[in-house]
Nanobody, 128 residues
Framework: QVQLEESGGGLVQDGGSLRLSCAASGRTFSRDTMGWFRQAPGKEREFVAAIARSGGNDFYSDSVKGRFAISRDGASNAVYLEMVSLKPEDTAVYYC?????????????????????WGQGTQVTVSS
């Protein structure tokens, strides 16, 4: 079982920046993928980004590509989401996620069902 804990959310103005962190603990695997989803009020949970431990390709949703960057520290089992040029539509609860699945196409990571562990979420609010 893998436990995830997010941090770094908060309130920021339109055009601002935030960095989210997620620490993983518990059972570790030599090959796994970590990612971020978000959920705004009244909307379904939406894929944001994913990155495999092997340091291969990273994947992003079209809505954040070019503004968000995902990275991970394999030694500390942590994953980060650097967010710049934030917009009010980025306002949501951001969830860290983990899976042993490794795909070479980002489309597969968009399905919440392939992720086996989730954090409690951290609120990001972008004011206009």
């Amino acid at each position: 079982q893998v436990q995830l804990e997010e941090s770094g959310g908060g309130l920021v103005q339109d055009g601002g920046s935030l960095r989210l962190s997620c620490a993983a603990s518990g059972r570790t695997f030599s090959r796994d993928t970590m990612g971020w989803f978000r959920q705004a009020p009244g909307k379904e949970r939406e894929f944001v980004a994913a990155i495999a431990r092997s340091g291969g390709n990273d994947f992003y949703s079209d809505s954040v590509k070019g503004r968000f960057a995902i990275s991970r520290d394999g030694a500390s089992n942590a994953v980060y989401l650097e967010m710049v040029s934030l917009k009010p539509e980025d306002t949501a609860v951001y969830y860290c996620a983990w899976t042993t699945a490794i795909y070479y196409s980002g489309a597969y990571y968009r399905n919440p069902k392939i992720w086996t562990s989730w954090g409690q979420g951290t609120q990001v609010t972008v004011s206009s």
